[in-house]
């Protein structure tokens, strides 16, 4: 599955913004989907996951009521919305996809390319 991220850019302290998670060539329908992230000098990291029907959510403790993921399955879309960001959000963020909901969250098979998230003070 390929998958490619969008979204990310520089914004303030306190301020939101919303990445996107598409494929030009996969239809994302039947996958579940997810994100993690990436400080420099560090291990990646899980963010937030949904199932292919968005009946399923989860999120790391330090994200959840802030970020909110969601899915358009007619768009072929998913999305990462991001609230209240903080300067210690500001890493690479990476969209992910596996057949399983249970594996998205841990270990996913398909890795989109990153996109950066600079969060100033």
């Known amino acids: 599955v390929q998958l490619q991220a969008s979204g990310g850019g520089p914004v303030q302290t306190g301020n939101s913004l919303k990445l996107s998670c598409t494929s030009s060539r996969d239809t994302l329908r039947s996958y579940a989907m997810g994100w993690f992230r990436q400080a420099p000098g560090k291990a990646r990291e899980f963010v937030a996951g949904i199932s292919w029907s968005s009946d399923g959510t989860y999120y790391e403790d330090d994200v959840r009521g802030r970020f909110t993921i969601s899915r358009d399955n007619d768009k072929n879309t998913g999305f990462l919305q991001m609230n209240d960001l903080k300067p210690e959000d500001t890493v690479v963020y990476y969209c992910?996809?596996?057949?399983?909901?249970?594996?998205?969250?841990?270990?996913?098979?398909?890795w989109g390319q990153g996109t950066l998230v600079t969060v100033s003070s």
């Open positions: 992910v996809a596996d057949e399983s909901f249970h594996w998205v969250l841990r270990t996913p098979k398909y």
